[in-house]
């Protein structure tokens, strides 16, 4: 009953209406909710010069992502996801799910490729003039209340909470912080009044740039980052195409598409293809 209720909710088609006489031939990448809108981006531009490839995406939760591939490489009648065809690549939120797989040998060594680092961002009211223009001027601008995650629930919160210790702002910041309990709990906060400047991920921001804007980003390199890669399933069926549009993710076009998005690309040694 699950699977044939993914095969009916969980299978997306992206991109342009190509004809079925034109899109010869499908990319099945298996990626998590939350990668929807950056891996539907990048379909949708591979498709702008493939017109013959038809780009799906299936939908899983990480661990889930795990059990379909394994269930799917262990099937007596082929390598087919629930009897929908074979996944080409595989896309899960960060990049410790990916290690497991190939690890597991669930994706092939080797073809692993970052394509998108996700900062931190302080976001401002569109109505507030006098705002601060770095996360070092939340020393000067003393009397601004912050909507940050709480630390002790959300990602979001402890890595904030890591960028202030690291950056000295822990001791300057934390009697004013105005904990929330989630990302859209830390807009509210912000939109309703009981805070100043809200500290959330670029992506999170971007999507509600109509309200907020972005008034300072993270640098790279002053906590761990949050790295996005994308691998080949070890039965993909063109490994051709694969390597094209692994090697595409990493292009100029597309990390100017993901920055649009509000993400950061990798670090260039990070997108250096391996050997």
């Given amino acids: 009953m699950r699977w044939s209720r993914l095969v009916g909710v969980s299978v997306l088609c992206l991109g342009l209406e190509i004809s079925p ?7 099945v990448i298996a990626t998590s909710p939350s990668m929807r809108i950056p891996v539907e981006a990048l379909g949708r531009l591979f498709e702008q010069t493939h017109s013959e490839i038809r780009v799906r995406l ?18 007596s009648i082929g390598q087919y996801f629930i009897g929908s065809g074979p996944i080409h690549l ?3 939120g960060g990049d410790e799910l990916i290690t497991r797989l190939e690890w597991r040998y669930y994706v092939l060594p080797g073809t692993k490729r970052p394509f998108a680092e996700v900062p931190l961002v302080m976001v401002v ?7 601060p223009t770095s996360f070092e001027a939340l020393v000067k601008h003393e009397t601004l209340r912050i909507a940050m995650g709480d630390p002790e629930l959300t990602t979001l919160g402890q890595r904030t909470r890591q960028l202030f210790t690291t950056l000295g702002l822990w001791g300057h910041v934390v009697h004013r912080l105005d904990k929330a309990s989630d990302t859209r709990s830390v807009l509210d906060h912000l939109l309703n009044g009981e805070a100043d400047v809200g500290i959330l991920f670029g992506p999170d921001a971007v999507q509600e740039s109509q309200r907020i804007r972005i008034v300072a980003v993270s640098e790279r390199g002053i906590i761990p980052p949050v790295i996005h890669s994308m691998a080949m399933e070890r039965y993909c069926p063109n490994r051709a195409l694969c390597e094209e549009f692994l090697g595409f993710i990493q292009s100029d076009e597309a990390q100017q598409e993901l920055k649009r998005l509000g993400y950061a690309s990798p670090s260039s040694q990070s997108l250096k293809k391996k050997e």
């Avoid at 009211?125 to 705002?131: G, N, T």
């Fill in 21 to 27: 006489a034109v899109a010869t031939e499908q990319l």
């Fill in 58 to 75: 299936f939908f899983d939760s990480g661990l889930d992502i795990r059990r379909t591939i394994a269930a799917m490489e262990n099937s």
């Fill in 90 to 92: 595989v896309a899960p």
């Fill in 125 to 131: 009211p569109e109505a507030l003039v006098d705002a």
